[in-house]
């Protein structure tokens, strides 16, 4: 069995067709058959978020902390229980392609850290606003690059245990767990090969993560004249 968990907050727009691309994930025929639970951990909503998963007859979890490490250490908890021997971890505003399971298993790996594309960078602004060329610049987008993002992450249930899962952190959550994984000697596999689009939103939902990045780029854009930008640029 492989979990898939998904934190939420107020993402009744975005989780529609998160949940759709992760179901197609779910029914890929190289998995063969093998049961994936999908679970949407409902942090704190007060719109449509719950509705909207709920027809797609996803697992629920309610939960009021508004902190995205106890929203993904609940929803890994319920697959641990439940015995699965692989746990995905993506988020409600990206949508995973349809082999990203396939993908991450086919690495053989305890930890499989993916990369994220950005379909839209309308959001900053004509063009992006310069940030998507910046980005490009700056994203190493290959096998051995050392991104982490909690939007496409894979980790095995006996390396998860092993380290205790995910803190209860409002952000790096998934850069802590990694770090712990890496101490303990597990194989984690920094791969280009399981990818998902995800958003280049302006509202973020867990303050510090991706989108915060993002803003934090566009503000260096900014004020930096693009040769110290060429040579201090970098994207977490």
């Known amino acids: 069995m492989i979990g898939v968990v998904i934190p939420a907050h107020n993402e009744g727009e975005r989780i529609g067709a998160a949940l ?6 779910a029914a890929h025929p190289a998995l063969e058959g093998e049961h994936v639970g999908v679970v949407v951990v409902l942090d704190s909503c007060s719109d449509a978020t719950e509705a909207i998963a709920r027809q797609r007859g996803v697992a629920l979890l309610v939960l009021d902390a ?5 929203a993904r250490a609940r929803g890994a908890e319920l697959f641990v229980e439940a015995g699965a021997r692989w746990l995905a971890f993506t988020d409600a505003d990206t949508i995973v ?3 990203w399971l396939v993908k991450q298993l086919a690495e053989n790996a305890d930890v499989v850290c993916g990369l994220v594309d950005v379909a839209d960078w309308s959001a900053h602004g004509v063009d992006g606003g310069g940030l998507q060329s910046h980005f490009a610049r700056h994203y190493v987008a290959s096998d051995g690059h050392r991104h982490v993002h909690g939007a496409n992450l894979g980790v ?15 952000c790096s959550e998934d850069t802590a767990l990694v770090e712990a994984l890496q101490a303990s000697g597990a194989r984690i596999a920094w791969s280009a090969g399981p990818r998902v689009t995800t958003s280049a939103r302006t509202d973020a939902r867990a303050r510090g993560g991706f989108g915060d990045t993002l803003l934090a780029m566009v503000a260096s854009l900014a004020v930096k004249p693009p040769d110290i930008v060429l040579r201090k640029g970098s994207v977490a």
């Open 20 to 25: 759709d691309a992760v179901l197609r994930a």
């Open 97 to 99: 392609s349809p082999d």
């Open 66 to 70: 508004r902190n995205v490490g106890i």
């Open 156 to 170: 095995a249930t006996e390396a998860y245990c092993r380290v205790g899962g995910f803190e209860p952190l409002a």
